[in-house]
């Protein structure tokens, strides 16, 4: 999971404050999320995902293209 929105946000070229603004989370949570130190509960996730501008298909795409 860490390793698909680190990708994420550096397509967006966002630093980790601003990526934390558009899925409505502290800063500290994305590093934590991209450190594999947590992951974020379903709602919150589908929050993020919304906020990013992506829907549910695209991050499972995304996810399938960084385990490669």
Same mark, same amino acid.
Request: glycine share 6%; aromatic share 8%; hydrophobic share 40%.
């Given at each position: 999971f &860490? @390793?698909?929105i680190s !990708?994420? $946000? @550096?397509q967006m070229n966002l630093p980790q404050n601003e990526m934390a603004k558009k899925c409505f989370v502290h800063k500290n949570t994305i590093a934590n999320w991209e450190n594999g130190y947590t992951v974020p509960a379903l709602d919150v996730f589908i929050a993020a995902? +919304? &906020?990013l501008g992506y829907h549910l298909e695209m991050v499972k795409d995304e996810n399938t $293209? !960084? +385990?490669s």
């Amino acid at each position: 999971f &860490g @390793e698909m929105i680190s !990708s994420i $946000r @550096e397509q967006m070229n966002l630093p980790q404050n601003e990526m934390a603004k558009k899925c409505f989370v502290h800063k500290n949570t994305i590093a934590n999320w991209e450190n594999g130190y947590t992951v974020p509960a379903l709602d919150v996730f589908i929050a993020a995902v +919304k &906020g990013l501008g992506y829907h549910l298909e695209m991050v499972k795409d995304e996810n399938t $293209r !960084s +385990k490669s």
